[in-house]
């Protein structure tokens, strides 16, 4: 029976280098790609990658924002992410503070590229479960159930993410201890994992802020 590929997501607004990347790489790996930052995390949760190569320059929501927020994501923690991209190497430390494995510099060397990859994925990842909190803004689905039993949801956008919790405003109001099914994406239907409301952050603001933390994560 033959061994399934392991899954790398490329993340480049310049369709020409994800062509290019797919060309070095598509005879060992599975390769999914997207031009649109903002559809990373979805396509993360839906394709569950073994690596993700991503680029910094681009529009709207730019690598940088992009890897510090993956990287604080708790599923993230076991999945390495490579900067691939043309802006000055002195960046590599920056990356590396916000979560990166490794940074690989435009034009791509295919041997490097391909040796970098093989090498993240054949050893340990570091636990980035400890990174600090970012005040990254994602979209969210919470569900859960009241006292009485009667199923509630709520679309909400996250503030100050962590890979262990976040902070998030309710129209709904939520009991403390209250036990939220959390869910991410375009439309909201990808499990991220489960969350304890812990505290009220704030209140008095017409939409109440509760502080969650995550007992449950999704693999």
Same mark, same amino acid.
Request: aromatic residues 6%; negative net charge; contains cysteine.
């Given at each position: ?15 020409? !280098? ?8 598509d005879?060992?790996?599975?390769? *999914? ?7 990373? #995390?979805?396509m ?9 190569? +991503?680029?910094?320059? !681009? ?6 924002? +992009? ?5 604080s #994501? ?10 691939? /991209?043309g ?13 990166? /494995? ?6 791509? $060397? ?6 970098? +990859?093989?090498? *993240?994925?054949?050893g340990?990842?570091? $636990? ?11 979209? !969210? ?14 679309q ?5 993410? /962590? ?6 405003? /309710?129209?709904?109001n ?13 439309d ?11 505290? #009220? ?11 969650c ?7």
């Open positions: 029976m033959p061994v399934a590929k392991q899954r790398v997501l490329v993340i480049d607004d310049d369709e020409p !280098m994800r062509d290019l990347i797919r060309a070095y790489l005879d060992t790996y599975e390769v *999914v790609d997207t031009g649109d930052p903002e559809n990373a #995390l979805r993360t949760l839906e394709h569950k990658p073994n690596a993700i190569l +991503l680029d910094l320059g !681009m529009p709207g929501f730019t690598g940088f924002e +992009l890897c510090k927020t993956l990287s #994501l708790g599923f993230m923690h076991q999945i390495p992410i490579l900067i691939v /991209s802006a000055d190497a002195r960046n590599k430390a920056f990356c590396e503070s916000l979560g990166a /494995s490794d940074y690989l510099h435009k034009p791509i $060397d295919a041997e490097q590229l391909r040796d970098a +990859l093989a090498q *993240v994925l054949a340990k990842v570091a $636990d980035r479960r400890g990174a600090p909190r970012t005040n990254s803004r994602i979209a !969210m689905k919470l569900k859960w159930n009241d006292k009485s039993g009667t199923p509630m949801e709520v909400t956008v996250t503030e100050n993410v /962590s890979a262990t919790g976040f902070l998030c405003g /309710s129209k709904r939520i009991e403390i201890g209250t036990q939220v099914e959390v869910f991410v994406g375009d909201g239907e990808h499990y991220m994992g489960t969350a304890k409301v812990v505290r #009220l952050e704030r209140s008095g603001t017409g939409v109440p802020f509760y502080g933390h995550f007992i449950i994560k999704a693999e």
